[in-house]
């Protein structure tokens, strides 16, 4: 009796440690169609008449100067990127009307990146690279 007890405390465990890493999402998502692709250096996302967000561990390995682009192709609604510090603060925002801003990250540090989606529909793409620094 006691070993069917380990097994959901296991997964429950596994699935924590993926979420810490960057592999696993949370999501609270009303969707027709929604398809989400984190990678290294940008997320993709595709739906359909979507309403909610997806929040997921981001993993920024140096202490430099970030860019982030949002690309959003949507043909209805709004979406919206946050990039959060450990205690879920607000570093950045980006929109359809601000796609592009830069912060300086600690690569020791915890970020998470939260999609929040109003009614949308189509497709958008967050970039993000470390600030090019060559001299011209």
Known sequence: MLGWLCIPLAFAIGMYLLYRQGVGVAKCIAAVMFAFWPKKDRDKVTLQSCSGWVQHVGRFSKNQVYEFVLDSRLSNGTA?????????????????????????????????????????????????????????
């Open 80 to 136: 919206e990127v946050f990039l959060l510090d450990r205690g879920k603060r607000i570093l950045l925002h980006l929109s359809q009307s601000a796609p592009y801003g830069k912060i300086e990250l600690v690569g020791s540090g915890r970020y998470y990146l939260r999609w929040k989606f109003t009614a949308a529909t189509g497709t958008c793409e967050l970039c993000w690279q470390l600030e090019d620094t060559t001299i011209a």
